[in-house]
């Protein structure tokens, strides 16, 4: 064979491995993206789920300060308050804020 086919077949097998070696980094950095991000987004929803629920149990707390009837009282004996306003004073003490 003529030394400029040898060249030749070693530039075209060079440049077969090469375009492999890039479909396959494609592929691969394409699926940890994909992976990652689907993580990130998980996460970022279940934060703004516990935020958004914070926020609730937040006001749900406030709202006897907002308001004077009597069912909504936080008192600090036993039975005082309505179950919904203990339990969400409960559930925001466990918390640390």
Not at 37 to 47: C, F, G, I, S, V
Not at 61 to 67: D, T
């Amino acid at each position: 064979m003529e030394p400029a086919v040898v060249a030749a077949m070693i530039a075209a097998g060079v440049s077969v491995l090469t375009l492999i070696g890039t479909l396959a980094a494609q592929y691969f950095g394409r699926r940890a993206t994909s992976r990652d991000t689907e993580k990130a987004l998980d996460r970022t929803l279940t934060e703004q789920r516990t935020r958004t629920l914070n926020e609730r149990l937040m006001a749900l707390i406030e709202i006897p300060h907002l308001c004077s009837a009597k069912f909504l009282t936080l008192g600090r004996g036993q039975g005082s308050g309505s179950w919904p306003v203990r339990v969400a004073r409960r559930l925001v003490s466990a918390r640390a804020w």
